[in-house]
């Protein structure tokens, strides 16, 4: 079993709908989360970090952590074309020079 | 302000080939992290440098070996190259205080 599963997709949505993405995780050490874009053949960039439980917002995006069920979650309102990547969440149990695990990624298509 | 740079963008090379990647990190950001990234995948990390001395590794063979610089420019070597080496190489750079990483665009290596 994978550390952290993340449902592949392909996910299709009509532009402006919500979009909801999700992670789940076995290992209780992880402490920050993190959610990065990445566009084909280009390196991941980073959409957003937290480290508590609860919400973080920015912008059109939402990032929700619930460390008692080990789950993670992604939601995008007014979603655009230009949403449509891979979106991979990362992890790491401390802070500081430690190495993230990966999810395998979402593929989002937003369709205009 | 520069972002992660990596070089080459591409790369081919054949079976027990051997491959050197480059990597200079944002400004100001002293540790570097290397992750290979199988299509389709999420990024696997591979090894960790900071104060030029390897600090953390992944599950990689020692086939896969690494070098930090004065200047904190990095590079990653893969010798006796198997086809299964064949991905997408990202370098991360991160401050040591940090947990969030900032990814390159990355090196396509193919081996035939």
């Known amino acids: 079993q994978k550390e952290v599963e993340q449902d592949p997709g392909p996910l299709s949505v009509p532009e402006g709908a919500i979009v909801s993405l999700n992670c789940t995780y076995s290992?209780?050490?992880?402490?920050?989360f993190m959610w990065y874009r990445q566009y084909s053949r280009k390196g991941p960039e980073l959409l957003m970090y937290?480290?508590?439980?609860g919400n973080k917002e920015d912008g059109r995006f939402t990032a929700q952590v619930d460390k008692s069920s080990k789950y993670i979650s992604l939601f995008i309102r007014d979603s655009q074309p230009s949403d449509s990547a891979t979106y991979l969440c990362?992890?790491?149990?401390?802070?500081?020079?430690?190495?993230?695990?990966f999810g395998s990624g979402t593929r989002l298509q937003v369709q205009p | 302000d520069a972002g992660v740079t990596q070089s080459p963008t591409h790369l081919i090379k054949t079976r027990g080939q051997q491959v050197t990647l480059r990597c200079s990190p944002k400004s100001g950001h002293d540790t570097v992290s290397w992750y290979q990234q199988a299509l389709g995948q999420g990024p696997q990390f591979i090894f960790q440098y900071y104060e030029e001395e390897e600090r953390q590794r992944g599950n990689f063979p020692d086939r896969f070996s690494g070098h930090q610089f004065p200047n904190y420019s990095s590079e990653l070597n893969v010798n006796a190259l198997l086809l299964g080496d064949s991905a997408l190489y990202l370098c991360?750079?991160?401050?040591?205080?940090?947990?969030?990483?900032?990814f390159g665009p990355g090196t396509r290596l193919l081996v035939l």
């Open positions: 937290t480290y508590s439980s």
């Open positions: 991360a750079s991160s401050l040591p205080s940090q947990e969030t990483q900032y």
């Open positions: 990362a992890m790491s149990v401390r802070t500081g020079r430690r190495a993230l695990t």
């Open positions: 290992n209780s050490a992880f402490q920050y």
